[in-house]
T-cell receptor, first 115, second 113 residues
Framework: KAGVTQTPRYLIKTRGQQVTLSCSPI?????VSWYQQTPGQGLQFLFE???????NKGNFPGRFSGRQFSNSRSEMNVSTLELGDSALYLC??????????????FGQGTRLTVV | KNQVEQSPQSLIILEGKNCTLQ??????????LRWYKQDTGRGPVSLTI?????NTKSNGRYTATLDADTKQSSLHITASQLSDSASYIC????????????FGSGTRLSIRP
C-alpha cells in the first residue's frame, strides 16, 4: 500500500512568487491535513480537508490556501511568498469515517526555500 | 490554552543505553496521544498511539506510558541504536477536534557510538 506522496520534494522560489504543493493521500483516506514545520516554531497546523471541503483551519494568513479534489488528492497554495515561508511543508492523511479517526500518516514533505 | 511540552529539548546518549523522553500536556479532554519519530528532513513516522484509557503501548524497543491523572506521557527507548538518532514528537488530539492536533516541540535525540 503506497504511503502519502508529496511533490515536489524540494522547491526554491523568490519573494513575491506563488507556489503550489501537491499531496496524494493513502488510498482510501479521505482526510488530508497540511502542516508547516520550521526550526523556530516547530510543527504548526495549516488546514484540513475532508471530502473536498475545508473542515478546519489554523492561524495562518489568507496567502495560504488549499483545496481537495474528488480523488482526495490535495494541493496547497502560497501566494506572495515571504522569506519566512521557508519551511518543510508536511501533508498527513487519515481514514475518517464519522467519529472513527485513525492515526495520521505523514508524507516526506516538501522543502520550500524562499530567496 | 492547550499546550504540549516536551523535555529534554535535546539528549545525547551512548549506543546501547536506555533513555526516557517526557511529554506534559494541558489538553483536556483529549482523544489520543501519539509519539512520532522524525528523521532530519523527512516526515514524522508514528511510533505509538494511546487513548486516554490506555496506560502503556509498546512498539519494539519503544514503550510509551500515559498517566491521564497527571497529564504526563513518557517514551522509553531500550538498548538504543545509532538509527534512533532523530527528533521525537509528542502529539495530542483534543477530544471532539481530532484534526486540530497539538504538537510538542520535540526532543532531539543523538546516539553516539
Amino acid at each position: 500500500k503506497a504511503g502519502v506522496t508529496q511533490t515536489p520534494r524540494y522547491l526554491i522560489k523568490t519573494r513575491g512568487q506563488q507556489v503550489t504543493l501537491s499531496c496524494s493521500p493513502i488510498s482510501g483516506h479521505r482526510s488530508v491535513s497540511w502542516y508547516q514545520q520550521t526550526p523556530g516554531q516547530g510543527l504548526q497546523f495549516l488546514f484540513e480537508y475532508f471530502s473536498e471541503t475545508q473542515r478546519n483551519k489554523g492561524n495562518f494568513p489568507g496567502r495560504f490556501s488549499g483545496r481537495q479534489f474528488s480523488n482526495s488528492r490535495s494541493e496547497m497554495n502560497v501566494s506572495t511568498l515571504e522569506l519566512g515561508d521557508s519551511a518543510l511543508y508536511l501533508c498527513a492523511s487519515s481514514y475518517d469515517r464519522g467519529q472513527l479517526r485513525t492515526e495520521a500518516f505523514f508524507g516526506q514533505g516538501t522543502r520550500l526555500t524562499v530567496v | 490554552k492547550n499546550q504540549v511540552e516536551q523535555s529534554p529539548q535535546s539528549l545525547i546518549i551512548l549506543e546501547g543505553k536506555n533513555c526516557t523522553l517526557q511529554c506534559n500536556y494541558t489538553v483536556s479532554p483529549f482523544s489520543n496521544l501519539r509519539w512520532y519519530k522524525q528523521d532530519t528532513g523527512r516526515g514524522p513516522v508514528s511510533l505509538t498511539i494511546m487513548t486516554f484509557s490506555e496506560n502503556t503501548k509498546s512498539n519494539g524497543r519503544y514503550t510509551a506510558t500515559l498517566d491521564a491523572d497527571t497529564k504526563q506521557s513518557s517514551l522509553h527507548i531500550t538498548a538504543s541504536q545509532l538509527s534512533d538518532s532523530a527528533s521525537y514528537i509528542c502529539v495530542v488530539s483534543p477530544y471532539g477536534s481530532a484534526s486540530k492536533i497539538i504538537f510538542g516541540s520535540g526532543t532531539r535525540l543523538s546516539i553516539r557510538p
